[in-house]
């Protein structure tokens, strides 16, 4: 059995990470060690079988007897750990969550319902850092990346609706907290149904400008209202959010050619989990919204088309439908008034799943199973 560390396994993608490991008895099939950065000694996590006490995840000693690393711990942790390894000659393979190492040259991005043959050619050239990537281009590829594969898409652009859960734990709870606030600012009147509905708003709006709503992790209200901005400023327009689109879609695609354009915006909404995208797609020809629906369908059994009704949009295409699911959801599937070239649609997938904890697991099931 593969010798295989845990890195970064309380955290929220670490947790989902081994709550999926569980599901599909992956810790049967590896000798699995726990890391610990403020704990080591302690017992380690419940998976149904013993596991022994958590080892500290800054001896460099025990992190090399292990033959994979997957690391959920963080980017500032993968800059401190990740390079010392490697300098100390550890020929393992790294798994990770975090962000600093997707661009590498010698990195492989990991999304295998649409790039395996990329993650196949970087196992034959010896690669070993295996990255997960941004939780929003991971699930605009699950959803459209046969498009792509297809030779079909001259440019997307796609705005995004992110939910609290992919700025991490705490910012989940302060959303909720918000929720609270905003709800005690107008509870009164709300009992009373013959209350004004202005007086409500008023109550409400005062709320989410006063200082009542705690921001300390968002930095401003986010209940009742949405954020317009994700990640850091890059200094020419682009949030660093923003900019992984098209630098990272296209390297986890490794298509021939020159890169294909993607851009858009990325907006944090109220929603607890899953992002959403509406997409707009220039193809490269007009094409019946039948073969999209076809093409979309085949590329992989997680995806789930849904009709472009108001029912089933309603009751299939949004969060709440597909939270804590493998599902890809499309739908809202149609062209613009453009021409039969241009292609719009919406999806929505959960970003701690198939945008984190998803690529993650299966990757380490191609290295145990080669």
Known sequence: MRRVGLIGWRGMVGSVLVERMRAEGDFALIEPRFFSTSQPGAAGPDIGRATGPLFDAEDFVALAACEILISCQGGDYTDAVHPKLRAAGWRGHWIDAASPL????????????VNRPVIEAGLAAGRRDWIGGNCTVSLMLMAFGSLFHAGLVEWVTTMSYQAASGAGAQQMRELLQQMGVLHGAAADLLL????AILDIDRRATAAMRDGSMSAEHFGYPL????????????GNGYSREE?????????????PGPPVPIDGLCVRVGAMRCHSQAVT???????????????LVHAHPWIRVVPNERTATLARLTPTAVTGTLDIAVGRIRHLAMGGDYLTAFTVG???LWGAAEPLRRMLRLLIGR
């Open 223 to 234: 209940a009742g209202s949405l954020l317009p901005w994700i990640d850091r400023d890059l």
């Open 243 to 255: 900019f992984k689109a098209g630098s990272e879609g296209n390297r986890i695609l490794g298509l």
């Open 192 to 195: 009373d149904p013959a209350s």
């Open 281 to 295: 797609i220039k193809l490269t020809r007009a094409l019946p919204l039948a073969e999209v629906g076809e093409i």
């Open 102 to 113: 997707r661009m590498k040259d010698d990195s492989v991005i990991i999304l295998d319902p």
């Open 350 to 352: 959960d970003q701690l």
